[in-house]
């Protein structure tokens, strides 16, 4: 029998028995017209293969798979063979686990248990209530966003939902490298990276969720600690460590007859006093417009204690006190372009990006943009200045 004979039986076959596959390759390549003071590379070269499956193994239960294995030319990404199950990696693995769990529903209730992905926020951009939503800032203004380890359990009564999820083991966001250019160091410093100190203790969050004629409402809680890090230094020595966190969080939307108004809000505690406490907040507005998607909207910041850390990293609190932007315009089945800006409020940073996607047949997609900030070196935005670049991705769907 030929391959591709085999091949058709056997996905039949799969699909008989409840089993669907997909993934893609992507190839991408980026190019920045400026050096750094502490990385000269100009092009960067990426390469992804994704594989993600799906069983349905009973009426009441799927269990849901997904692995990366990838690799790039400006050594972000791992070059030992290793798997990771965890993302703890400073820099991307080579082979990693993206998702692996079970969703098992019966009546009301709905349990996810292993690795997955879990999205609490409400508005676009900024989402102050994701605390369960880790990300690979390796670019900065380029994120992804990380599985984590948890149990979630998700009971689902008429208008009301009630989500709780329990995390045993922590995943951190993945923060720039010290010797590329995502990380603005104070001068040609030889900084020696000591690693992660990890949190021990599990993580807990609840979330209520209400929908009522003409809105929605939300509230959420969460005890545990910030997937973003604080450094501690010694001399060059630099280690990274999670500070506790507790929050309040809360959002809403509201839509008219003209736009839909979201907001949502968390106020960040501090238990052990390793940081500051402090509320942000989003107010947002969003229209459709035949093929168009507008949404324009501001973020703010209140501190309310300031303990400071000059070594602290967290792109949330860096778009804040910020008007924030996106238009989306589909020109048909095959193309779309898209742009998203965020701009400070004392126009101390700007960060831009136009983007073009087009579907060439029926396997690959063609993506093209381009990327700008400036700003002050002061500003959380401004210290990339240098970093405006342009890329272009081929992917092939199967």
């Known amino acids: ?19 669907t596959q997909r993934g893609f390759l992507e190839s991408g390549y980026t190019a920045f017209p400026q050096t750094a003071p502490n990385d000269s ?41 290793d798997f990771s199950f965890d993302d703890r990696t400073i820099r991307r693995p080579a082979f990693a686990l993206r998702r692996l769990s079970a969703i098992a529903n019966k009546g009301k209730f709905t349990v996810e248990l292993g690795r997955q992905f879990i999205r609490w926020g409400r508005v676009d951009i900024l989402n102050p209530e994701d605390r369960f939503a880790p990300k690979d800032f390796l670019n900065v203004v380029n994120s992804d966003f990380l599985g984590v380890t948890a149990a979630r359990v998700t ?87 999670y500070p506790r966190l507790r929050l309040y969080g809360a959002d809403a939307a509201v839509p008219t007859r003209w736009v839909t108004i979201k907001t949502e809000a968390a106020y960040f505690t501090a238990p052990l006093n390793q940081t500051d406490e402090y509320l942000l907040y989003v107010v947002q507005l969003e229209r459709q417009q035949g093929n168009w998607i507008f949404v324009g909207g501001y973020s703010g910041e209140v501190v309310t204690k300031a303990i400071g850390n000059p070594l602290a990293f967290s792109p949330e609190r860096g778009f804040a006190r910020s008007a924030m932007g ?13 742009a998203t800006g965020v701009a400070r409020q004392n126009g101390a940073g700007t960060w831009l990006r136009g983007e073009y996607s087009q579907m060439v047949g029926r396997h ?35």
């Open 155 to 241: 009971y689902e009564s008429g208008a009301d939902t009630l989500d709780a999820v329990w995390q045993p083991w922590f995943t951190p966001s993945r923060t720039p490298l010290w010797n590329q250019r995502w990380t603005v160091p104070p001068g040609p410093l030889p900084i020696r990276d000591l690693g992660a100190e990890y949190p021990a203790r599990h993580q807990f969050g609840l979330r209520w969720n209400h929908v009522g004629r003409g809105f929605e409402l939300g509230a959420s809680y969460f005890d545990g600690f910030n997937h973003l890090p604080l450094a501690r230094a010694t001399g060059f020595d630099v280690e990274r460590y």
């Open 41 to 81: 590379g100009r092009f960067v070269a990426e390469a992804l293969l994704r594989y993600e499956a799906s069983w349905q193994a009973a009426p009441w239960l799927k269990v849901n798979g997904s692995v990366d294995a990838r690799t790039d030319s400006h050594r972000q990404t791992a070059r030992e063979f």
């Open 364 to 398: 690959w997609r063609v993506t093209g943009g381009v990327t700008w900030i400036r700003g002050d070196g002061a500003d959380f935005l401004g210290e990339y200045h240098r970093n405006s670049y342009a890329s272009v991705a081929l992917r092939y769907s199967f």
């Open 326 to 338: 996106r238009a989306e315009y589909t020109i048909g089945p095959t193309r779309s372009v898209a």
């Open 1 to 19: 029998m030929r391959i591709g004979a085999a091949w058709a039986l056997f996905t039949a076959v799969a699909a008989a028995q409840g089993f």
